[in-house]
């Protein structure tokens, strides 16, 4: 199976390039994030002729998930259990509320439990929506852990957008991040507690040392100046981990006009 994740920043908009992509790198199973559209929105009928099933959430021009694939899309749940809401709308501060965003999806895929994940992104240390990325976390890593005890056995993906860049070799500059978002202490703790559950970055091995991102903003140059974050992850269970092949990342699809922020992660198991 070849798992590929790709936060594509508005599908309506890269629809014509990620579906390219896709017969070009010969993916299975695609996780999107920020669809950033309702489901009656969502370009099914395109995929379908490529020969894809779709799964996707989405609730407004915000968020938005989605499983793609030619390999089955079986059990698909929207959100997992205790899923934390948050009220975008509320005045004056954004209050958590039980409004559950469109930030998880989950399916089956050629027997492999597979989960598109948007993980809040923080805002600032001290904006509401920081709280609700580790509360966010929190719940995400007690279902984690649950799955795992149940049957230790089972192949998991979780996939997606972290918000997390969890060492100083995924962001180009260590002293730029201090202070923000994206690397606070609690915020890589977090990602460390889902690894400690017994999810592995599949990635790293294959990819190691500074240098290797899934981001770059679109200010500042910062793509052509090598200026990024690894933020997007394909984090395994370890019956799936052990049945990794290949993984990295394709830096070629940030190139371009119409491109997104982010680039796709590649992940390629054996049965």
């Not at 020969?51 to 938005?64: D, F, M, S, T």
């Amino acid at each position: 199976m070849r798992l590929a994740t790709w936060n594509v920043n508005s599908i309506r908009s890269r629809q014509d390039r990620v579906l390219a992509w896709l017969d070009r790198q010969d993916i299975d199973v695609l996780a999107l994030q920020e669809t950033k559209c309702r489901d009656d929105q969502f370009p099914f009928e395109r995929f379908t002729e490529a020969g894809y099933e779709v799964a996707h959430i989405g609730l407004n021009q915000w968020n938005g998930v989605a499983i793609a694939s030619r390999v089955g899309l079986d059990d698909v749940e929207i959100g997992f259990p205790d899923q934390p809401g948050f009220d975008r709308d509320a005045a004056d501060t954004l209050i958590p509320s039980p409004t559950v965003e469109a930030r998880a999806l989950g399916a089956t895929c050629g027997g492999v439990r597979v989960w598109s994940l948007y993980v809040p992104n923080g805002r600032a240390l001290t904006d509401p929506h920081y709280e609700y990325k580790l509360a966010w976390l929190a719940a995400l890593r007690d279902n984690a852990a649950r799955w795992l005890a149940a049957d230790p056995q089972v192949k998991t993906a979780l996939v997606g957008d972290w918000n997390i860049a969890p060492t100083d070799d995924d962001v180009w500059s260590p002293e730029f991040f201090a202070g923000r978002t994206h690397v606070s202490q609690p915020e890589r703790d977090a990602f460390d507690a889902m690894v400690d559950t017994g999810f592995t970055d599949v990635m790293r091995p294959f990819a190691p040392g500074p240098g290797v991102y899934t981001y770059w903003d679109y200010t500042q140059l910062r793509f052509p100046r090598k200026e990024g974050m690894r933020i997007d992850f394909v984090l395994a269970s370890p019956a799936l981990a052990a049945t990794v092949t290949d993984a990295g990342v394709d830096r070629e699809e940030r190139k371009g006009k119409g491109a997104s922020d982010h680039a796709p992660v590649i992940a390629e198991f054996t049965d």
